[in-house]
C-alpha cells in the first residue's frame, strides 16, 4: 500500500494517530507510556508499545478470520499499524468472565470468583467524568448507538470474547475480562478498532493464576516488562 503519514490528528494516553495521503486511512503509533486511574498514575513500560501493536495485530487478523471487521489494514513497523479510518464511539465496551477489578469493588465480590455467565458493560469515554457506567437505554437516548447499532455491538463483543477465551486458554492463559472499542466506517458500518493487549485485557496464568497484563502496573505488583513479555512469547510459540 503507498500510504505515508501526514499530520498527528489524536494522541491518547497510549498511541498516536496520524492522517495519511489517503483519507480512508489512518496510521497509529503505539507508544511505551502507560496511565492509570484516569491519568493519574504515570509510567513508562519499556518495549510495550512494539508488544501491543503487534498483539494487537495478531489478535486483529485472528478475529477477522472468525468473522469480525475490525480496523486493521496493514502493519508498518514495529509500532505502526496502518488502520481504516473510523469515528470511535465514546464507549468502553468490556465483557468479563471472571469477577475482578472494578466489578469486584463495585459488587463486593472476591476477585477470581466465575461468573454464570459472561458480561457485558459499558463506560462513556469521557476523562472529566471519570469514564462513568452507562446503561444501554442511556446510550441510545443520547443517540451514541442505536437500537440496531447495540444488538450489533453486543454479538461482536460476545463473539470476540468465544473467539479469544478459547485461543488464550489454548496458550495456558484466562481471558479474565476486556475492553474494546468499535468505531464507524463513513458508510455506518461498525468494526472493532483501537487495541486488545495486555493494556486492556486481564489474562492470568491458567496453572498459577499469577497477572499477566497491566494490573502488574496498576498494583504496582513488579515485573510489568516480564509480563508482556510472557503474553507475547506464549501467542507466539
Ligand atoms: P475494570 O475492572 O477496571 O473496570 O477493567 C475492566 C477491563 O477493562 C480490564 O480488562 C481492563 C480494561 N480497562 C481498559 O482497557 N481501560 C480502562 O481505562 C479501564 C479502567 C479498564
Known sequence: MNITKQNQIYEGKAKKVFATNDPAYY??????????????K????TGKGIINNRMSNIMFRL???????THFVEEISDRETI????????????????????FSKRYGVEEGRE???????????????NDPLINESHIAALGIANELELDVIRRMAYKINDVMSKFFAGIGIRLIDFKIEAGKL??????????IS?????????????????DRFRRDLGNVEEAYQEIFRRINV
Not at 504515570?42 to 513500560?45: D, F, H, L, Y
Open 115 to 129: 461468573l454464570l455467565h459472561p458480561t457485558l458493560e459499558f463506560s462513556l469515554k469521557n476523562d472529566a467524568l
Open 198 to 214: 495486555p493494556d486492556t485485557c486481564r489474562f492470568w496464568d491458567a496453572k498459577t493464576n499469577e497477572k499477566l497484563d497491566k
Open 83 to 102: 488502520v481504516r479510518a473510523v469515528k470511535i464511539m465514546p464507549l468502553e465496551i468490556i465483557v468479563r468472565n471472571v469477577a475482578a477489578g472494578s
Open 186 to 195: 463513513p458508510d455506518g458500518t461498525i468494526v472493532l478498532a483501537d487495541e
Open 42 to 45: 504515570k509510567g513508562t513500560i
Open 27 to 40: 496510521i497509529v503509533e503505539y507508544k511505551d507510556d502507560a496511565t492509570a486511574f484516569n491519568g493519574i
Open 63 to 69: 478475529l477477522e478470520k472468525n468473522g469480525i471487521r
